[in-house]
């Protein structure tokens, strides 16, 4: 149990953090001390990451003073200090063995004699300690999503016994390993460990913290002891709205069917079901890991899944991304650098993409690209995309730009279905307010959108229906006027643990 | 850029030290590929032309074809009087060989005969069947007494060389004379490593080989290793050693038939097939009528003679 | 260029241009630097009989090095173009010397480069394979064809039709080179106006991306792949008309030449960046360098350090200059 | 039988270790010459020189690199030792300088990879070219031959086993040691799987990966002087092109081209298998022409068998998950 006796082990005043002249976080103040679990919840975008990253020492803060055991810091120095973060992103070396991973920065032995049984040894112990069993000779790849998470604690917590920062570490986990986590943070905090614990599973955050900061925009607008805040109050200060207040007409969907799916199952979800009217905007509300992009992009067969899919009524029976595209389907991906844009081809050329052949005037058939600058000119404009040049490579741009570039050659291809996953991602207020609009804008001219996003205001703002998908399954809908944030978060943030009871 | 103004010195105080009349003469030369013998043959060239006062353009084509093609061009761009040529294979550079021809240059095929060419106009080298067949009579004349079966290693040049095909020729027609010869051919590219394994490979599947011929005695310290390897290194006159003759005349082959580990050695004459093209060339240059085929002859010298002979081996060193 | 630098206008526009224009080919100046240095140390260097030899020794390099950018611009590579030629050479001479037929040779040797190409293909596309093992294999596989087929001696019984259009020359230019020429062009044309070499270049720069557009993936890696193989078999069957005969060793020493020449010009071996151009001027440096020196009078060997290094520095400059640019 | 399975996937080179045995067998059927004791050295002495060379070149390729220019440094290691000798007749002077000189070159590619971060490939290739001319520069493409005495590293016997055999023992033990006992060996594999991860995890990426060119040289440079003392002297050219044969061995022992993963111990029996390859068709008398075509299509059954397991495995995973998914509930 938390030792408030002690000297709090990190204590932070006023910590603010701005990149070029932009603030991220701003005037965030609290004590952590020996065993104590506290919980930084917030929605996506509220400053988390940063906050995280100049707890574990990634970042320097621009301002606010920093004691570590009571002795006052500039910057936290993760191994000296005894700080050290699991990020979202595991980075372990995948074919090298759990006691390699574990011990590569501080090997026992001599530099030229590694002692091996002594690294297994060391990271046993370290395991057994926090009770789980995994061969320490077994290569990581071998292991499971949920035991690499343990691996990756188990490291952390090699080299950094006084405080400990847990991102996100449940999303990728069965209910059996999440409860084995539990116990683990449990064993921890009776050593005199303290934890920071950022999660969006409520339910995990009430039946394991002590105590809880609130971030939103950027600010600390809460902080205490969970035991004296309900849930339904933490939530309303993470969303900072009850209901929509929508400032978008997104107009009133038709009842004519668009698209609709039924009971389609792949490897990662499971007999999900929905459809969606010209238009109307769906919106698919969930945690990172439920299986939404998953979904979308089986929709847009790039995946392969087994069910119906129906277009207009008709059933697809060769689901292929060049049948989907015949058939006015378009898919915005969420992973912008990765799988959207081309980064060292121009502008145009990341414009015209997807339809190249409507973007050219050709004399001869099947050669030329005359008018393609003029076009793709066009299309900048209309979406509104600040560039140098047309000529200029998409790397340059900013995202909210980038993000435009890549709307901009999916609506080129005039789609009547549109799939948007997480279309204001890393994206500026502007741009996101312009990219709402275009979306109010295509729906009301008859394109059912199907919205996937981890933003839930954006949702309950532009959407006309939400859906909620929690590993692998659809598990409740809400019409807009029934929209409530936070009935929405609760059902996409219940963990298998609650369902269990 | 020293040796390029050295030799145009060089050159310029030849021309003026003869009492020459007629224009400066400049003979290209186009070498396949640079090994020792080559090189040899290449430094007698020279050294010929320096003494008739001719400007030589040298050019290598590391053993690429095309590479060589392209050099003979330049050769007939640079309006050389003559070219003397050492193809990297047969038949490899005839088109080039033709453009200096319709160019009204004269072309003289050096060490490596090109007996298809519809463009050389005369040709010096090694008169390899004689020296395949010298080799093979004392290899004949060393295994006679033999009963049973005889099986000899012939290590190859490389099949498309015409050197190779005759040297060959004439190692099979010595070894005619016996009626109880077996021989397995192992092509080697002229490469030592491979011939290294080859001889590896076939003492493997015939352990009872009596005699190797190697169409480059630069190849005898393989077989050497190879029969260290299987412990049977025994030098001439010794119980159970293995006869080994070869071609060429380069140290290799000299320390091993000095020290008695090979039987003995064709010497090919380096120098006299240098002056020899020359020669040729000169010859063509001004218009006279030359022989089609020129070939030297080597001599063969045994582990008895061979050390008295010294001078006259280009190898030895 | 368009509206915007329409707009700028004026002299500061145009410097801007002619420096953008030197960063997409800084093989440019090197050329322009090499052909002034040369002629001053050679009076045959800028002759026309000099130029015509550099054009037709130079045209199978070049075809093959048009089939290697494509599979660089796809972020692959093929090591098996160098023995494919010399396959296609020796069933191609084999096929003439037995029906003396230069049309059936012709089919022969771009038969021969498609199937290697397809194999390629497939194995890479289809099947997902590393492209460096993958032409490794292949290109053994080839060079023990033209080995085995040709018994390791050049095929005779060239037509002398194939052997006369060796020495055909329009206007100077060696009949082989433009062939060369014509492949060029329709390279140039095929990558940068069609919606396949458009594709393609997008699929270099990033290959999901490419799949996430709806960009068949798949087939633009066997085409490439075929692409290269066929003109391997074209060059092949160049090198016959240059050389006079098939010669079954004909391509296994290009491999170097030619990835050097692309490399020079500035195509990355990552993908998506590059272009045919910028081989043809790769290509060129190393040809008139090779030239040059020759006509110099430096030894080979001496020759092979400058190549090394230059390879080293223009690869370096050009992957340099188009990071930074714009 | 998931056991059997578990140690076949972590144990990639006991895949090339069956096929071996497979050969070998097969090979011993045919012929009664291969299973002697003499034949079987005979076998490990000509492989000799590639298995050295692919243990260096294992540690290269697991980083993620590779070193395309090891036949030219091959070539003039061999030149500089030989030229030293002949001028010189040091023994201790030649070899000092030829191993030095191997690692040199090594390093120089390691530096140039690691500064100027073009990829390995184009940097030894560009590498390959110069080596290879300078080597001919320096003996002028003329044969040296060597001293009969250095004929003990390629076919001398210490206590009744081969030099070269010897040698390559102990290269291939001190690789071991290296890759499996040091941090250096640990870090050479991480970096291979991650060099972003290494360098956010403060490793020394760019001293590694200098070393393990350097490594390559070094073992390039021993396998010069085996190689040298078996074919008994300087031919030009030698060694020029070995290092594919190298690179297949290694890919053949199971190391993944791309760094990350692999064994010391598959590419000394990967080298093995491709000289067994020589010496089956040399005992079926086949052409040896057809050797490059076998060695082809064996290297391509190799990774397509590769990929096949390893999409099987993928498989596995995505069905376990699958299975996860469809036992937990879907209702609130």
């Given at each position: 149990?938390?030792?408030?006796?002690?000297?709090?082990?990190?204590?932070?005043?006023?910590?603010r953090?701005?990149?070029?002249g932009?603030?991220?976080?701003?005037?965030?103040?609290?004590?952590?001390?020996?065993?104590?679990?506290?919980?930084?919840?917030?929605?996506?975008?509220?400053?988390?990451?940063?906050?995280?990253n100049?707890?574990?020492?990634?970042?320097?803060?621009?301002?606010?003073?920093?004691?570590?055991?009571?002795?006052?810091?500039?910057?936290?120095?993760?191994?000296?200090?005894?700080?050290?973060a699991?990020?979202?992103?595991?980075?372990?070396?995948?074919?090298?063995?759990?006691?390699?991973?574990?011990?590569?920065?501080?090997l026992?032995?001599?530099?030229?004699?590694?002692?091996?049984?002594?690294?297994?040894?060391?990271?046993?112990?370290?395991?057994?300690?926090?009770?789980?069993?995994?061969?320490?000779?077994?290569?990581?790849?071998?292991?499971?999503?949920?035991?690499?998470?343990v691996?990756?604690?188990?490291?952390?917590?090699?080299?950094?016994?006084?405080?400990?920062?847990?991102?996100?570490?449940?999303?990728?986990?069965?209910?059996?390993?999440?409860?084995?986590?539990?116990v683990?943070?449990?064993?921890?905090?009776?050593?005199?460990?303290?934890?920071?614990?950022i999660?969006?599973?409520?339910?995990e955050?009430?039946?394991?913290?002590?105590k809880?900061?609130?971030?939103?925009?950027?600010?600390?607008?809460?902080?205490?002891?969970?035991?004296?805040?309900?849930?339904s109050?933490?939530?309303?200060?993470?969303?900072?709205?009850?209901?929509?207040?929508?400032?978008?007409?997104?107009?009133?969907?038709?009842?004519?069917?668009?698209?609709?799916?039924?009971?389609?199952?792949?490897?990662?979800?499971?007999?999900?079901?929905?459809?969606?009217?010209?238009?109307?905007?769906?919106?698919?509300?969930?945690?990172?890991?439920?299986?939404?992009?998953?979904?979308?992009e089986?929709?847009?067969?790039?995946?392969?899944?087994?069910?119906?899919?129906?277009?207009?009524?008709?059933?697809?029976?060769?689901?292929?991304?060049?049948?989907?595209?015949?058939?006015?389907?378009?898919?915005?991906?969420?992973?912008?650098?990765?799988?959207?844009?081309?980064?060292?081809?121009?502008?145009?050329?990341?414009i015209?993409?997807?339809?190249?052949l409507?973007?050219?005037?050709r004399?001869?058939?099947?050669?030329?690209?005359r008018?393609e600058?003029v076009?793709?000119?066009k299309?900048?404009?209309?979406?509104n995309?600040?560039?140098?040049?047309?000529?200029?490579?998409v790397?340059?741009?900013?995202?909210?730009?980038?993000?435009?570039?890549?709307?901009?050659?999916?609506?080129?291809?005039?789609?009547?279905?549109?799939?948007?996953?997480?279309?204001?991602?890393?994206?500026?207020?502007?741009?996101?307010?312009?990219?709402?609009?275009?979306?109010?804008?295509?729906?009301?001219?008859?394109?059912?959108?199907?919205?996937?996003?981890?933003d839930?205001?954006?949702?309950?703002?532009?959407?006309?229906?939400?859906?909620?998908?929690?590993?692998?399954?659809?598990?409740?809908?809400?019409?807009?006027?029934?929209?409530?944030?936070?009935?929405?978060?609760?059902?996409?943030?219940?963990?298998?643990?609650?369902?269990?009871? | 850029?020293?040796?390029?103004?050295?030799?145009?010195?060089?050159?310029?105080?030849?021309?003026?030290?003869?009492?020459?009349?007629a224009?400066?003469?400049?003979?290209g030369l186009?070498?396949?590929?640079?090994?020792?013998?080559?090189?040899?043959?290449?430094?007698?060239?020279?050294?010929e032309?320096a003494k008739?006062?001719?400007?030589?353009?040298?050019?290598?084509?590391?053993?690429?074809?095309?590479?060589?093609?392209?050099?003979?061009?330049?050769?007939?761009?640079?309006?050389?009087?003559?070219?003397?040529?050492?193809a990297?294979?047969?038949?490899?550079?005839?088109?080039?060989?033709?453009g200096?021809?319709?160019?009204?240059?004269?072309?003289?095929?050096?060490?490596?005969?090109?007996?298809?060419?519809?463009a050389?106009?005369?040709?010096?080298?090694?008169?390899?069947?004689?020296?395949?067949?010298?080799?093979?009579?004392?290899?004949?004349d060393?295994l006679k007494?033999?009963?049973?079966?005889?099986?000899?290693?012939?290590?190859?040049?490389?099949?498309?060389?015409?050197?190779?095909?005759?040297?060959?020729?004439?190692?099979?027609?010595?070894?005619?004379q016996?009626?109880?010869?077996?021989?397995?051919?192992?092509?080697?590219?002229?490469?030592?490593?491979?011939?290294?394994?080859?001889?590896?490979?076939?003492?493997?599947?015939?352990?009872?080989?009596?005699a190797v011929?190697?169409?480059?005695?630069?190849?005898i310290?393989?077989?050497?290793?190879?029969?260290?390897?299987?412990?049977?290194?025994?030098?001439?006159?010794?119980?159970?050693?293995?006869?080994?003759?070869?071609?060429?005349?380069s140290?290799?082959?000299?320390?091993?038939?000095?020290?008695?580990f090979?039987?003995?050695?064709?010497?090919?004459d380096?120098a006299?097939?240098?002056?020899?093209?020359?020669?040729?060339?000169t010859?063509?240059i001004?218009?006279?009528?030359?022989?089609?085929?020129n070939?030297?002859?080597?001599?063969?010298?045994?582990?008895?003679?061979?050390e008295?002979?010294?001078?006259?081996?280009?190898?030895?060193? | 260029?368009?509206?915007?630098?329409?707009?700028?206008?004026?002299?500061?526009?145009?410097?801007r241009?002619?420096l953008?224009?030197?960063?997409?080919?800084?093989?440019?100046?090197?050329?322009?630097?090499?052909?002034i240095?040369?002629?001053?140390?050679?009076?045959?260097?800028l002759?026309?009989?000099?130029?015509?030899?550099?054009?037709?020794?130079?045209?199978?390099?070049?075809?093959?090095?048009?089939?290697?950018?494509?599979?660089?611009?796809?972020?692959?590579?093929?090591?098996?173009?160098?023995?494919?030629?010399s396959?296609?050479?020796?069933?191609?001479?084999?096929?003439?010397?037995?029906?003396?037929?230069?049309?059936l040779?012709?089919?022969?040797?771009?038969?021969?480069?498609?199937?290697?190409?397809l194999?390629?293909?497939?194995?890479?596309?289809?099947?997902?394979?590393?492209?460096?093992?993958?032409?490794?294999?292949?290109?053994?596989?080839?060079?023990g064809?033209?080995?085995?087929?040709?018994?390791?001696?050049?095929?005779?019984?060239?037509?002398?039709?194939?052997?006369?259009?060796?020495?055909?020359?329009?206007?100077?230019i060696?009949?082989v080179?433009?062939?060369?020429?014509?492949?060029?062009?329709?390279?140039?044309?095929?990558?940068s106006?069609?919606?396949?070499?458009?594709?393609?270049?997008?699929?270099?720069?990033?290959?999901?991306?490419?799949?996430?557009?709806?960009?068949?993936?798949?087939?633009?890696?066997?085409?490439?792949?075929?692409?290269?193989?066929?003109?391997?078999?074209?060059?092949?069957?160049?090198?016959?008309?240059?050389?006079?005969?098939?010669?079954?060793?004909?391509g296994?020493?290009?491999?170097?030449?030619?990835?050097?020449?692309v490399?020079?010009?500035?195509?990355?071996?990552?993908?998506?960046?590059?272009?045919?151009?910028?081989?043809?001027?790769g290509?060129g440096?190393?040809?008139?360098?090779?030239?040059?020196?020759?006509?110099?009078?430096?030894?080979?060997?001496?020759?092979?350090?400058?190549?090394?290094?230059?390879?080293?520095?223009?690869?370096?400059?050009?992957?340099?200059?188009?990071?930074?640019?714009? | 039988?998931?056991?059997?399975?578990?140690?076949?996937?972590?144990?990639?080179?006991?895949?090339?270790?069956?096929?071996?045995?497979?050969?070998g067998?097969?090979?011993?059927?045919?012929?009664?010459?291969?299973?002697t004791?003499?034949?079987?050295?005979s076998?490990?002495?000509?492989?000799?020189?590639?298995?050295?060379?692919?243990?260096?070149?294992?540690?290269?390729?697991?980083t993620?690199?590779?070193?395309?220019?090891m036949?030219?440094?091959?070539?003039?290691?061999?030149?500089l030792?030989?030229?030293?000798?002949?001028?010189?007749?040091?023994?201790?002077?030649?070899?000092?300088?030829?191993?030095?000189?191997a690692?040199?070159?090594?390093?120089?590619?390691?530096?140039?990879?690691?500064?100027?971060?073009?990829?390995?490939?184009?940097?030894?290739?560009?590498?390959?070219?110069?080596?290879?001319?300078?080597?001919?520069?320096?003996?002028?493409?003329?044969?040296?031959?060597?001293?009969?005495?250095?004929?003990?590293?390629?076919?001398?016997?210490?206590?009744?086993?081969?030099?070269?055999?010897?040698?390559?023992?102990?290269v291939?033990?001190?690789?071991?040691?290296?890759?499996?006992?040091?941090?250096?060996g640990?870090?050479?594999?991480?970096?291979?799987?991650?060099?972003?991860?290494?360098r956010?995890?403060?490793?020394?990426?760019?001293?590694?990966?200098?070393l393990v060119?350097?490594?390559?040289?070094?073992?390039?440079?021993?396998?010069?002087?085996?190689?040298?003392a078996?074919?008994?002297?300087?031919?030009?050219?030698?060694?020029?092109?070995?290092?594919?044969?190298?690179?297949?061995?290694?890919?053949?022992?199971?190391t993944?081209?791309?760094?990350?993963?692999?064994?010391?111990?598959?590419?000394?029996?990967?080298?093995?298998?491709?000289?067994?390859?020589?010496?089956?068709?040399?005992?079926?008398?086949a052409?040896?022409y057809?050797?490059?075509?076998?060695k082809?299509?064996?290297?391509?059954?190799?990774?397509?068998?590769?990929?096949?397991?390893?999409?099987?495995?993928?498989?596995?995973?995505?069905?376990?998950?699958?299975?996860?998914i469809?036992?937990?509930?879907?209702?609130?």
């Open positions: 149990m938390p030792d408030l006796q002690a000297a709090p082990i990190l204590s932070v005043k006023n910590l953090k701005s990149f070029s932009k603030t991220v976080v701003d005037d965030v103040s609290f004590d952590v001390y020996p065993g104590e679990i506290v919980a930084l919840v917030g929605e996506n975008g509220a400053g988390k990451s940063t906050t995280k100049m707890l574990c020492g990634l970042l320097q803060p621009s301002s606010g003073e920093i004691f570590v055991a009571g002795a006052p810091v500039t910057q936290i120095k993760g191994l000296e200090h005894g700080i050290s699991v990020h979202q992103e595991l980075s372990l070396f995948q074919s090298l063995s759990v006691a390699e991973n574990m011990c590569i920065t501080d026992p032995g001599a530099k030229a004699n590694v002692d091996w049984k002594q690294a297994d040894r060391v990271a046993q112990e370290q395991l057994d300690f926090l009770g789980i069993e995994i061969d320490t000779k077994a290569s990581v790849e071998s292991l499971g999503a949920g035991k690499q998470q691996v990756e604690i188990a490291k952390a917590l090699l080299h950094a016994d006084k405080l400990l920062i847990l991102d996100e570490p449940t999303t990728s986990l069965t209910a059996p390993e999440r409860e084995k986590l539990f683990i943070m449990d064993r921890l905090r009776e050593k005199g460990v303290a934890i920071i614990f999660s969006h599973f409520m339910d955050v009430y039946r394991m913290s002590d809880f900061i609130v971030l939103r925009d950027g600010k600390q607008v809460g902080n205490g002891y969970l035991k004296n805040v309900p849930r109050k933490l939530e309303e200060m993470m969303v900072g709205r009850t209901i929509a207040e929508s400032s978008i007409d997104i107009g009133i969907p038709t009842d004519v069917e668009a698209v609709r799916v039924q009971s389609l199952s792949s490897y990662d979800f499971h007999d999900v079901s929905f459809k969606v009217n010209k238009g109307e905007i769906l919106g698919i509300a969930g945690l990172m890991g439920a299986g939404r992009t998953e979904v979308v089986s929709l847009f067969g790039i995946r392969k899944s087994e069910g119906e899919i129906y277009i207009h009524g008709q059933r697809v029976n060769k689901v292929s991304i060049a049948a989907m595209k015949k058939l006015g389907l378009c898919y915005v991906t969420e992973d912008r650098r990765g799988k959207g844009l081309f980064g060292i081809r121009p502008v145009k050329e990341n015209s993409a997807a339809d190249i409507r973007f050219v005037s004399r001869i058939k099947g050669f030329g690209f008018g600058s076009e793709a000119q299309i900048v404009k209309k979406m995309v600040a560039i140098p040049h047309i000529d200029s490579q790397n340059n741009l900013s995202g909210g730009n980038q993000q435009k570039v890549m709307l901009g050659r999916w609506l080129a291809t005039q789609p009547n279905i549109c799939i948007l996953d997480e279309p204001t991602k890393g994206v500026d207020i502007g741009a996101k307010f312009d990219i709402h609009n275009m979306i109010a804008a295509l729906a009301k001219s008859g394109v059912a959108v199907i919205i996937v996003s981890s839930l205001p954006e949702l309950l703002e532009v959407s006309h229906r939400i859906t909620i998908m929690r590993t692998g399954h659809m598990v409740g809908e809400f019409q807009r006027d029934q929209f409530d944030s936070v009935k929405i978060i609760s059902l996409a943030a219940s963990s298998a643990f609650e369902q269990a009871h | 850029m020293s040796k390029v103004l050295g030799s145009i010195v060089a050159i310029a105080m030849l021309a003026s030290s003869t009492l020459s009349f224009k400066d003469i400049t003979i186009s070498v396949d590929q640079l090994f020792e013998s080559r090189v040899g043959v290449t430094d007698a060239i020279k050294a032309a008739q006062g001719y400007k030589l353009i040298e050019v290598v084509a590391d053993g690429d074809a095309q590479t060589q093609n392209s050099q003979i061009q330049s050769l007939v761009t640079q309006e050389v009087d003559a070219i003397l040529v050492c990297v294979d047969q038949n490899t550079i005839e088109r080039a060989l033709i200096a021809k319709r160019a009204g240059i004269p072309v003289v095929a050096y060490d490596r005969a090109l007996p298809d060419s519809r050389v106009d005369a040709f010096v080298g090694p008169d390899s069947i004689s020296d395949g067949l010298a080799a093979g009579q004392h290899m004949v060393q007494g033999l009963s049973g079966d005889i099986v000899v290693l012939e290590l190859l040049g490389a099949l498309n060389d015409q050197n190779g095909i005759d040297r060959s020729k004439g190692f099979n027609d010595a070894l005619k016996l009626p109880n010869v077996e021989i397995v051919a192992m092509p080697t590219d002229w490469d030592s490593a491979r011939a290294l394994a080859a001889t590896q490979n076939a003492f493997q599947a015939n352990p009872d080989i009596k011929f190697a169409a480059t005695d630069t190849q310290p393989s077989i050497e290793t190879v029969l260290t390897d299987i412990d049977k290194m025994k030098s001439v006159g010794e119980e159970g050693h293995v006869v080994v003759t070869g071609v060429n005349g140290n290799d082959g000299y320390e091993a038939t000095r020290k008695g090979a039987d003995g050695i064709v010497v090919m380096l006299l097939t240098g002056q020899t093209a020359v020669h040729l060339a010859a063509l001004n218009g006279e009528k030359v022989e089609m085929t070939v030297i002859p080597g001599s063969f010298y045994t582990s008895e003679n061979i008295s002979n010294k001078a006259t081996i280009w190898g030895a060193k | 260029m368009d509206s915007v630098y329409k707009a700028e206008g004026g002299s500061k526009a145009k410097l241009n002619s953008g224009a030197l960063k997409t080919y800084p093989s440019v100046p090197i050329i322009v630097s090499l052909i240095a040369f002629s001053s140390f050679s009076p045959y260097f002759t026309a009989g000099n130029a015509e030899s550099i054009l037709a020794a130079n045209s199978v390099v070049m075809i093959a090095a048009i089939g290697m950018t494509l599979v660089f611009l796809t972020g692959g590579i093929d090591l098996s173009i160098s023995t494919v030629i396959a296609s050479a020796v069933v191609a001479g084999t096929v003439m010397a037995s029906t003396g037929s230069i049309a040779g012709s089919a022969a040797a771009v038969g021969v480069g498609l199937g290697f190409g194999l390629n293909g497939f194995l890479i596309g289809y099947c997902g394979l590393t492209p460096f093992i993958t032409t490794m294999g292949t290109q053994l596989i080839a060079r064809l033209a080995f085995v087929i040709s018994q390791g001696i050049a095929v005779k019984g060239t037509p002398y039709a194939l052997l006369d259009f060796g020495f055909y020359t329009l206007w100077g060696p009949g080179m433009l062939i060369c020429i014509a492949i060029l062009i329709v390279s140039i044309v095929g990558l106006q069609t919606t396949w070499g458009r594709e393609l270049m997008l699929f270099g720069s990033s290959r999901d991306s490419a799949r996430y557009t709806g960009i068949n993936t798949k087939k633009i890696e066997l085409s490439v792949y075929m692409i290269s193989g066929v003109l391997a078999g074209i060059a092949g069957m160049i090198s016959i008309a240059n050389l006079g005969n098939a010669i079954p060793g004909v296994d020493t290009l491999l170097l030449i030619i990835i050097g020449g490399v020079l010009g500035g195509t990355s071996m990552n993908g998506g960046e590059g272009s045919i151009t910028r081989t043809i001027l290509v440096i190393l040809a008139i360098l090779t030239n040059g020196l020759n006509l110099m009078g430096i030894p080979f060997y001496d020759q092979l350090i400058i190549q090394g290094i230059l390879i080293f520095v223009g690869n370096g400059l050009a992957m340099k200059l188009s990071s930074n640019k714009r | 039988m998931d056991r059997f399975k578990q140690t076949f996937s972590s144990k990639k080179w006991l895949a090339i270790a069956l096929a071996t045995l497979a050969l067998i097969a090979l011993s059927l045919v012929s009664t010459a291969f299973l004791f003499s034949n079987i050295q076998v490990l002495v000509q492989a000799s020189v590639t298995a050295i060379m692919a243990v260096g070149m294992t540690f290269i390729i697991l993620g690199g590779i070193d395309i220019s036949g030219a440094i091959l070539f003039f290691t061999s030149s030792f030989a030229k030293i000798m002949v001028e010189t007749g040091s023994y201790s002077m030649a070899f000092t300088a030829a191993i030095g000189c690692c040199l070159l090594g390093a120089v590619n390691g530096l140039l990879v690691v500064r100027f971060k073009i990829i390995p490939l184009i940097t030894t290739l560009a590498t390959y070219t110069m080596y290879r001319g300078m080597a001919i520069h320096l003996t002028g493409a003329q044969n040296i031959p060597v001293p009969r005495e250095m004929g003990f590293l390629g076919n001398g016997k210490l206590m009744g086993i081969p030099v070269p055999i010897l040698l390559l023992a102990i291939f033990v001190l690789g071991l040691y290296l890759l499996n006992k040091t941090r250096f640990l870090y050479v594999k991480a970096i291979g799987n991650s060099e972003q991860s290494a956010e995890t403060n490793l020394p990426v760019n001293w590694v990966t200098i060119y350097v490594i390559g040289g070094l073992t390039t440079g021993i396998a010069a002087l085996i190689l040298l078996r074919v008994g002297g300087l031919q030009s050219g030698i060694g020029i092109g070995i290092e594919f044969t190298v690179i297949a061995a290694v890919v053949l022992g199971g993944k081209l791309s760094g990350g993963s692999g064994t010391i111990v598959g590419s000394v029996i990967g080298a093995v298998f491709l000289v067994l390859i020589d010496n089956g068709l040399n005992l079926l008398n052409s040896p057809i050797y490059d075509i076998v082809g299509v064996v290297l391509l059954a190799a990774v397509i068998i590769d990929k096949v397991s390893f999409e099987r495995q993928a498989k596995h995973l995505l069905e376990q998950k699958a299975l996860r469809k036992s937990t509930s879907g209702v609130a």
